[in-house]
């Protein structure tokens, strides 16, 4: 028992901080983050073998009970097996984070943003930034050439944390120029946070106390430019908000960032944590 000490003090975590799963799904979820850790990958073949070595069981046995896990119920052995529905853990999974959050630091960065798997899936993830990393609370995986609108399964995920955290917090959820919609940063304002989008320099914007629109890229028209200002945004498809422009060198465009937080609330450097997202996709697809 004393060489798995280590093994059962997670088993015991993983059940305590997901309790809606069953002891059998705490218990392998634990196997596999275990052994993902301890081998550096997430393979089944290689986490099976460590595993099997440390339980002294065959590779095969541990090998089937790790499958089992993310099979669908139809494909599993037994009558009583069940389909693990993942999306209940996401509410749990960002509980779970916040328990370590320093209690004085009740702010939250959080970033939505899509990443591909070569021809065969793309994952919708929103993910916590800290320390530059981002740990991933909740996503969907759909067909990568498969057309469909992202619309829906974006509003769902958001909707699975509404009054998840305490509303005394500010959070801010960063995305990129490509996830910029409209009905996009109103969700996010719905939920009682605040949109930080990057946007394309290429719209228009009106300063508030101004009659007429320029373009946007007028705002930082150089490197080593900066400005921030409130005002509407997009002349077809008005946005009340605030404008954070800047132009560093190095850069070949300028960070453009549409907010609804006042501008002495807010800094355009804050877009920098959206990055850490990237770190975060590298080790996924390479496997852990």
């Known amino acids: 028992m004393s060489r798995h000490d280590g093994l059962y003090q997670w088993v015991t975590t993983v059940a305590t901080h997901l309790p809606h799963l069953s002891k059998p799904q705490a218990t392998v979820l634990a196997l596999w983050s275990f052994g993902m850790v301890a081998v550096g990958s997430c393979g089944c073949t290689t986490v099976a073998a460590f ?4 339980l002294k069981q065959k590779d095969n046995t541990v090998r089937q009970r790790l499958r089992e896990w993310y099979q669908d119920a139809a ?14 853990c996401f ?5 779970w984070i916040l328990r370590w959050w320093d209690w004085k630091e009740q702010r939250l960065a959080l970033a939505l943003d899509a990443t591909t798997l070569g021809q065969r899936f793309t994952v919708l993830v929103i993910s916590v930034l800290y320390r530059s990393c981002a740990i991933p609370v909740a996503w969907v995986v759909v067909p990568a050439t498969t057309p469909g609108a992202w619309k829906p399964h ?3 995920l958001l909707a699975l944390f509404e009054t998840r955290v305490p509303t ?3 959070v801010i959820v960063l995305a990129d120029r490509g996830l910029y919609a ?3 940063y109103r969700q996010v304002q719905r ?3 605040h949109p930080f989008f990057r946007i394309n320099h290429g719209g228009k914007f009106r300063p508030g106390g101004h009659n007429s629109f320029q373009l946007l890229s007028t705002l930082v028209p150089t490197l080593d430019t900066q400005w921030c200002g409130q005002g509407t945004c997009f002349k077809s498809q008005p946005l009340a908000c605030t404008v954070l422009a800047r132009w560093d060198a190095g850069h070949a465009d300028p960070w453009l960032i549409v907010t609804d937080l006042a501008p002495e609330q807010a800094h355009v450097c804050w877009y920098a944590m ?9 080790d996924t697809q390479r496997g852990g």
């Open 51 to 54: 595993l099997a070595k440390l």
């Open 75 to 88: 494909d599993k052995r037994g009558d009583q097996c069940q389909t693990l529905e993942v999306t209940t």
């Open 91 to 95: 509410a749990s999974l960002l509980r």
């Open 154 to 156: 974006w509003l769902k």
């Open 168 to 170: 005394t917090w500010t």
């Open 182 to 184: 409209r009905w996009l």
């Open 191 to 193: 939920i009682g946070w």
């Open 274 to 282: 959206r990055a850490w997202i990237e770190c975060d996709f590298k």
